[in-house]
């Protein structure tokens, strides 16, 4: 396996993965995929990272801002997403470490997630990357007319952010 910067040409395996997590109902509060367009708007340059072997995608991870405040400019919202074939092979271990790194190299000091409970995957692969549990937030959205809660996942770099 190899991980490397996404591509613009990598959208269609992205896109396809992303959908694989939309239909699980626990991956995120989106319904659709949107275009590329708007993805690449959304997420940034430097932190779009792909898991690949012998020419497949196994999955992506990339880091969007939490704000457009300048405040809070090295605090980034983690996706990870892993395709269906790939799950439990550690992809998501290897892209999440790749991502914490390229996210320090970008000046990022807080990476931060939120976790549907019932994805325990995504949970657990946080937890062994070294993000710790920071809170919970009740009913924060709605999927397809259910109320959703979310888990808030945070890590802190010892490397960036400490003056």
């Known amino acids: 396996m ?23 109902g626990f991956a995120t509060f989106e319904t659709k995929v949107p275009s590329y367009e708007h993805w690449d708007k959304a997420h940034i340059d430097d932190c779009r990272l792909i898991a690949e072997d012998n020419g497949t995608i196994m999955g992506w991870a990339a880091l969007s801002p939490v704000s457009s405040r300048c405040v809070y400019g090295g605090v980034g919202e983690v996706s990870v997403y892993i395709s269906r074939n790939s799950r439990g092979k550690g992809v998501g271990q290897a892209l999440m470490q790749h991502l914490i790194q390229e996210s320090e190299k970008a000046g990022f000091w807080t990476i931060q997630s939120g976790i549907f409970p019932e994805n325990r995957a995504s949970i657990k692969l946080h937890e062994k990357v070294g ?6 937030r009740e009913r924060v959205g709605k999927i397809n007319g259910v109320w959703k809660d979310n888990l808030l996942f945070e890590k802190r770099s010892d490397k960036v952010g400490v003056d």
Do not use: L, P, Q
């Open 131 to 136: 993000f710790r549990y920071i809170g919970k």
């Open 2 to 24: 190899t991980i490397r910067n996404m591509t613009s040409s990598d959208w269609d395996a992205v896109s396809n993965i992303y959908m694989e997590g939309i239909a699980t």
